[in-house]
C-alpha cells in the first residue's frame, strides 16, 4: 500500500477559512427555458442540470433566486459605468450514499471567474463571513451571523437570508422584505444575525441508506449542517471587478469547510498528497470504527489512483456521530469537495463509504437524464476496486458487490431510462456496467487505456454530458466495438454478468499505465518562465498571480507521473480560459515522474487562469511598464571643438512588470541618436552615445541632454574656443631635423640657407683685403 507523509491536527478548534467565488445575476427560474431536455429532447427534471434565463434588473421584491449565465450588467449613471455582480445564486445537487434526490437546500456554490481580456487588475472584494454557533437553550436552533465588508467602490448591495430564517438583529441593512435585506451605503462592514432551523430530512433511502431520515440536525448539544445559502448582488463602479469572497466560522468548539459546518468539541486530522489536502474532522461523541489516519491514507492512496482531473486543493471530512440520530444516510456529499460520512463505517468493505463519496467529489461533469446512472454507478464501482486495490478486500468479496446488479431484479432496467430504475438500480446495475466498460476498453486496448481515460474526458465537458457524448468518449478511448457493448447495455435490458477472476487478473492484476497531469507548485520560481524582448528564460514563478507584460511567452513545466505498473502514452495539455492552447505528446515508463514544457503567448492585457488537468494559477497580463532616466552623464566635461564627448543616460525599470523606454540624445535640443530599450522588472541599465562637437562650430556652454517621453536631464559642457590639434599630426619634438619645415619641401630650403652662406663668407674676406 502506498504511504504518503502525514501531519497531524492537534485537538481543538479548527476554522477553515475556504473562499468563494462570484457568480451571477440572480432570477427566478423559468420552467419553460430552464429545464435540460434529454437526449431524445424530453425534459429532464427541474431541480438538476438547469439553466436558467439572465436577467439584468434586479428583482428586490422576492426572494427566490434562480442560476443565470451571464456574470456582470451595466449601466449608465452620473456619466460612470455602474456594473452589477452576483454570487450564491446557485448550488450544485448534493450527492449521498444511499440516497439520490433532488433539492435546492444545499449544494455548490457556482463562482464567476473573471475570464476574458477586458480585466486588467486584481480589484476589491466583498468579504463575507458566515459565523455559526450553538443554542443550547433553544435546541433545533443554531444562529448565523452574516457580515459584509464592502468596498468604497461598491454603490449598493442587496443579499438574502434563508425564507425560514428568524432575523434578530441588523446593522448597517434594511429590511426589503421578508427574506431580502439591502445595505446603507455609509457603513462598510454591516451585519445580519438570525436563527435557523438546521434539522433536514430525506424520504429517500438506497442501498446503503440508514434506518433514519435526517440529513442536518441540531441537538442541542452539537450539530451538524450544511451553510445558509445567501444569494448576493452588488452594484459597484470603475472597470475593474469588484469581487466575492466568503468564509465560514464557528464562534466556539467546531470545525468548517466550505459548505458543511460543525458545532462542537472536535479533534482535527490533516495529511496532504498529491495536491490535496484532506482534513477530517472527528467529533467528540463519534466512535470510530476506522482510526482516522487510516481514513485520510486511503483517500490519499484513491487520490493518487484516480488520474481523472478534478482534484480540489482541500478535502474537507466530517466523521458524523453514528447512532448518535436517525441519519438517513451513510454519506453525504456536497459542493466541491465537502462530505461527511457516519463515523462508524469501515474501510475494508467494497462498499466503502469513505471511498465513495471521494469519488463523488472527483465528478466535475454535470449530466443528462441518460447518463445520470453514472453519478452513484461509477462512484460505487470505484469504491469497490480502489478497496481492492489497496488489498483491504479480496476479489471475492469484489465480484460479489459488483455481481448484484445483474440479480434478475434487475432484467427490465435500462439504465438510460430512469423511469425503469427498480431497487436502486443506478447504483447496483450501474456500477456492474462501469466495471464491464472499464474491462471492455482495457481488453480492446492490451491495457493501455481504462475507463479513467473517460472519466477524465467527462471532466472537461462545461455542458451536461449526453449520451451519445458518453458512447463517443468511450470509442475514442478505445474502439467501435466497446462503444456498442456499452450501448447495448445501458439503453436496453440485455442481461449483464460479472467478469470472474482470471479475467481481472490478466486485465487489472498489473496496475496498467496510470498517467496524471498537473501544474507545478506555484512558489517553485523557475517552473514558471518568460521568453521576450524584455528577457529571456527568465524564471517569474514565486507568487500568485504570475505578471507578464502583453507578448510575452509564459512557458511552464507541466508534470506528467506514470503511477502505474506500465508504460503509457501521455498527452499533456495547457488550457488558458479553459481554451487548450498548447499541448505535448510522448510516452513516459511506470513510476516515472517527468516535466513537459508547454508555452502560449498573452498578445492582449488580460486576468487569465491557466491549468493543467484541473489545477490552475492566475496569470495578470498588462501592458509593459514605461521606464525612465534617472540620471544622465558626460564625459569629459570641459573640451575644446572637435573633441568627442560620450553621454551616458541611466535607465531604470523599477516596477513588477517589464518596461520600456525611447530614449532621445539631444545637443542643444537637436536630437543626435535614439534607442529603444526592453528591461525586466526591477532592472537599471545605461545606454551611451557618443557626440563630436566640431559641426556647428560651438563654443562656450553645450547643453546635452536625454529624455524618455515624459522628462529630460540635462548636463552642460563647455568648449573652448581653441581648436583641437588633429590626432594624427605628430608634435615638433617627434619630427627628424632633416624634416621640419614651416613652407615648401626641406631639400629646396636647405639649398638656399648653402647660397646665403657662400654670399656672406664672400662679403667677409672682401672686408679684410681692404
Known sequence: MFVVPRRVVAVGLVVLLLGGGIASLPVAATTDHGAVTDDDGLAAGVGENCTYRSETAPNRSGATVGTVQSSTGTAEANSSVIRTRSADTHRRQPREQGGDIATTAAGMETGTAISGTAQTSDGDVIQQTQTYARVPEQPGEVAVTLTYEVPDRVVDLETHVPAAATVTETDGFERVNESVYEWE???????????????????????????????????????????????????????????????????????????????????????????????????????????????????????????????????????????????????????????????????DVANNVWLHEYVHSRQAYETTG????????????????????????????????????????????????????????????????????????????????????????????????????????????????????????????????????????????????????????????????????????????????????????????????????????????????????????GQIEPGVRTEVEVTHTFAAPGRYVISVDGDTVTVVVTEPAVASVTDVTASPREVKQGDRVDVTATVANDNDIPGTATVEFRRNDVVFAEQRLYLSPQVTTTVTRTVTLDERGERGTVSLSVGDGRTTTTVDVVVSTETAAPPSTPSPTEMPTDKRTTAGEGDGFTAIIAGLAVLLAALIARQRRS
Open 185 to 347: 451605503e455609509p457603513t462598510d462592514t454591516a451585519t445580519i444575525s438570525y436563527h435557523i432551523n438546521p434539522n433536514r430530512t430525506i424520504e429517500k433511502s438506497g442501498p446503503e441508506g440508514a434506518e433514519g431520515r435526517y440529513l442536518s440536525v441540531d441537538t442541542g448539544e452539537w450539530a451538524l449542517l450544511t451553510r445558509s445559502q445567501t444569494p448576493t448582488r452588488w452594484r459597484y463602479t470603475g472597470r475593474d471587478p469588484v469581487r466575492y469572497n466568503r468564509t465560514l466560522r464557528t464562534a466556539g468548539p467546531g470545525a468548517a469547510g466550505e459548505e458543511i459546518v460543525y458545532l462542537g468539541e472536535v479533534a482535527t486530522f490533516e495529511e496532504t498528497a498529491h495536491n490535496q489536502t484532506f482534513t477530517l474532522a472527528v467529533p467528540e461523541r463519534a466512535t470510530m470504527t476506522a482510526s482516522p489516519i487510516s481514513v485520510l491514507d486511503s483517500m490519499a492512496n484513491a487520490s493518487n489512483a484516480l488520474r481523472v482531473g478534478d482534484r480540489d486543493e482541500q478535502v474537507f471530512v466530517v466523521a458524523a456521530p453514528s447512532g448518535a440520530v436517525s441519519w438517513g444516510v451513510e454519506g453525504y456529499q456536497i459542493g466541491d469537495a465537502d462530505m461527511w460520512v457516519q463515523s462508524r463505517q469501515s474501510l
Open 370 to 585: 441518460k447518463t445520470r446512472w453514472t453519478v452513484e454507478g461509477w462512484a460505487t464501482y470505484y469504491a469497490a476496486v480502489l478497496t481492492l486495490e489497496q488489498n483491504r478486500i479480496g476479489f471475492d468479496e469484489f465480484q460479489a458487490q459488483l455481481a448484484a446488479g445483474g440479480r434478475p431484479v434487475y432484467s427490465d432496467v435500462r439504465l438510460t431510462d430512469r423511469t425503469s430504475w427498480t431497487n436502486d438500480a443506478n447504483y447496483w446495475k450501474g456500477a456492474l456496467v462501469a466495471g464491464r466498460t472499464d474491462v471492455h476498453i482495457r481488453s480492446a486496448t492490451g491495457r493501455n487505456q481504462t475507463l479513467q481515460r473517460v472519466f477524465q474526458s467527462l471532466n472537461g465537458y462545461r455542458d451536461p454530458v449526453t449520451q451519445s457524448q458518453l458512447l463517443a468518449e468511450i470509442e475514442s478511448a478505445s474502439d467501435p466495438s466497446v462503444r456498442d457493448a456499452t450501448a447495448t447495455e445501458t439503453e436496453t435490458a440485455a442481461a449483464v454478468t460479472m467478469w470472474n477472476e482470471t479475467t481481472h487478473r490478466r486485465l487489472f492484476g498489473s496496475i496498467p499505465a496510470r498517467i496524471g497531469y498537473s501544474l507545478p507548485p506555484v512558489d517553485r520560481a523557475d517552473a514558471y518562465r518568460a521568453d521576450s524582448l524584455y528577457r529571456s528564460d527568465t524564471p517569474v514563478g514565486g507568487s500568485e498571480p504570475i505578471r507578464l507584460a502583453t507578448n510575452e511567452t509564459l512557458a511552464v513545466d507541466a508534470v506528467v507521473e506514470n503511477a502505474g505498473g506500465e508504460a503509457g502514452a501521455y498527452n499533456v495539455s495547457l488550457a488558458v480560459n479553459e481554451t487548450v492552447v498548447d499541448a505535448k505528446q
